[in-house]
């Protein structure tokens, strides 16, 4: 049983095209999030909702639009995708509390030809 | 703002050798720490957490890490390193009461047999 499954795996795509990633966690966690790792393996936070509110909002594009149906699920949509979009997102989730780890999904390859 | 500074960013080992990675974060007042493991391809796995109590923290596969207040460090160490070791290391710090967990830039660790 995955606790943290995120879809899909590898996305290639245009420039221009608008794209969804999807995440679903089975941990019962009020927290999920949203995380940006570059091509030198730098990790940085995108967003993170609590219970269906969106409570961490770095400085991402607009294009950017995370959506939360419920506290399980926490998908991204891209908008107008550009070159430098190309990375690894990677979904997590956590109880809520700053003394609970983070549990993460496998991340999504996307690459923006 | 808190922040992670891991200034080791590639270390290169033999097997059996001891393991110490450095690990320092910036934030005035009362953190959790933690470090992941990244394994080639996959997603971040939790090693350890250190968030009251005892300052030297064991975790799994024979990794321990020892918060030292006074200097700001919680460093990750292993007495004999495997080729399975192999890795991306990142150390990570969240404020208490503060949702966003923040990451250093990670450290490679290649072990040679």
């Known amino acids: 049983d995955t606790a943290v499954s995120q879809t899909p795996k590898y996305l290639v795509t245009q420039m221009g095209n608008d794209k969804s990633i999807k995440c679903e966690q089975n941990?019962?966690?009020?927290?999920m999030y949203w995380y940006k790792q570059d091509s030198k393996k730098f990790l940085k936070i995108m967003f993170s909702?609590?219970?269906?509110?969106?409570?961490i909002n770095e400085t991402v594009p607009n294009r950017f639009s995370p959506k939360s149906p419920d506290k399980a699920h926490l998908n991204l949509h891209i908008n107008s995708l550009e070159l430098g979009d190309s990375a690894v997102y990677f979904c997590?989730?956590?109880?809520?509390?700053?003394?609970?780890?983070?549990?993460f999904g496998n991340g999504t390859r996307l690459t923006v030809t | 703002a808190q922040s992670v500074s891991q200034h080791n960013h590639h270390v290169i080992l033999s097997e059996a050798a001891s393991l110490e990675l450095g690990c320092n974060y910036s934030?005035?007042?009362?953190?959790?720490l933690f470090w992941y493991v990244q394994y080639p391809g996959q997603h971040l796995q939790l090693l350890l957490k250190?968030?009251?109590?005892?300052?030297l923290v064991k975790g799994i596969k024979g990794f321990e890490a020892e918060f030292i207040k006074s200097k700001f460090s919680f460093n990750l160490r292993k007495p004999s390193v495997q080729w399975s070791d192999t890795a991306e290391y990142f150390c990570?710090?969240?404020?208490?009461?503060?949702?966003?967990?923040?990451f250093g830039t990670g450290t490679r660790l290649t072990i040679i047999p």
């Open positions: 997590a989730s956590s109880q809520g509390s700053s003394h609970s780890p983070l549990h």
């Open positions: 941990l019962g966690h009020d927290t």
């Open positions: 909702y609590n219970n269906k509110e969106l409570i």
């Open positions: 934030y005035g007042g009362t953190v959790n």
């Open positions: 250190y968030f009251s109590g005892d300052p």
């Open positions: 990570a710090v969240r404020a208490l009461g503060n949702e966003k967990l923040t």
